[in-house]
């Protein structure tokens, strides 16, 4: 009776590290987290950074709209870890979250990296999960994650390509037998594409406009290529002659345009990857097509722009913003797969 309940006030959680989002799944529950990875937290005088007020969605509406001693901060940078102390605080509450503070046990954790990201970034994410209250941390890298989530043939001997385009590292790999045959890492995703619409925003009207809007506009009528249809959308931002708040009408073919060497950068990677396929692995591919995974994958028209480019099918995978944490829940609940796939 006793190991039924020590049973039932512990699990073990995977979880998808994001530059943009942090998504956690627990053993036996699913998907439990699924928060921005933001903290805010107090600054003093010298600029050091003391308590914790908020994490996850709640610091996200602090963006850019805090007071001069609370700084909302994203702990991580293109994949990784840029600030450790404020990461092991977020995952601390992310884990806590998960399993609750009546939890009897530490959990096992697994978490999804970048493929090519160091060894010294790897320790990084390992201490800080071990920091935050795991017992045992396990690296999965995310291409991998995000075949097995989007339901590829990971441990068979067939070629199967994912794209997946995170916050901020797009990852594209040609996986088989349960590992990694051809990859190709860019710090280009959706985070750069923001700032590239910032910048259009910028130098094309002479208006200000500030992260969270450009990721609005990027969700809203954000397109790899000009759309057939007509879109836009109205956003405000600050006028840089006169300094005053001023508004401006924005279309699809706007974002095309500010997209399209983020785009046209995707679209090498991917050819890239391409040309160093074994042939065998290639040949699969012609079959099973290029697969998108992460919120990246959702911008419109991208698979068009990749079919074009390529000649070959592209689809979106089913459910392209969890692909990795489902992915690396699966592992977790077949030990057998994360001894294959685990670092």
């Not at 799944?25 to 005088?45: I, N, Q």
């Not at 990857?273 to 040949?283: D, H, I, V």
Request: charged share 25%; with cysteine; glycine share 10%.
């Amino acid at each position: 009776m006793l190991e039924s309940a020590l049973g039932l006030l512990s699990c073990d959680l995977a979880i998808d590290l994001g530059t943009a989002n942090t998504l956690v799944y627990a053993t036996g529950r699913g998907l439990v987290v699924d928060e921005p990875s933001v903290v805010a937290m107090t600054k003093g005088p010298t600029g050091v950074v003391g308590r914790v007020l908020a994490v996850g969605a709640e610091a996200k509406r602090m963006v850019g709209r805090t007071p001069g001693n609370i700084v909302a901060v994203r702990p991580l940078k293109d994949g990784v870890i840029a600030d450790f102390e404020v990461t092991e605080a977020m995952l601390r509450y992310f884990m806590e979250q998960a399993v609750g503070r009546r939890t009897l046990k530490h959990p096992k954790v697994v978490v999804c990296i970048p493929y090519r990201i160091t060894e010294v970034e790897k320790r990084a994410v390992q201490e800080s999960a071990r920091s935050a209250g795991a017992r045992e941390v396990l690296l999965v890298p995310e291409p991998l994650a995000a075949a097995i989530g989007a339901g590829l043939p990971v441990t068979e001997p067939i070629g199967s390509m994912i794209v997946d385009i995170g916050g901020g590292t797009t990852e594209v790999a040609v996986i088989s037998i349960g590992g990694i045959a051809t990859t190709t890492s860019l710090r280009v995703a959706g985070d750069a594409m923001d700032e590239a619409i910032i910048s259009y925003v910028r130098r094309r009207y002479n208006v200000l406009i500030g992260e969270r809007t450009a990721e609005q506009i990027k969700l809203t009528i954000g397109c790899a290529a000009p759309p057939p249809e007509r879109m836009s959308l109205v956003v405000k931002g600050r006028d840089l002659s006169s300094g005053s708040p001023r508004q401006i009408e924005l279309t699809g073919e706007d974002t095309a345009e500010a997209l399209q060497d983020a785009v046209a950068q995707i679209v090498e990677a991917v050819r890239s990857t391409l040309e160093r396929t074994p042939p065998e692995l290639g040949a699969d591919i012609i079959d099973q097509g290029i697969v998108l995974a992460g919120g990246g994958a959702l911008l419109r028209h991208l698979d068009d722009v990749l079919r074009e480019a390529t000649g070959l099918p592209v689809v979106l995978a089913e459910d392209p913003l969890r692909c990795v944490v489902m992915g690396a829940g699966e592992c977790l609940e077949r030990p057998e797969l994360l001894k294959r796939v685990a670092l």
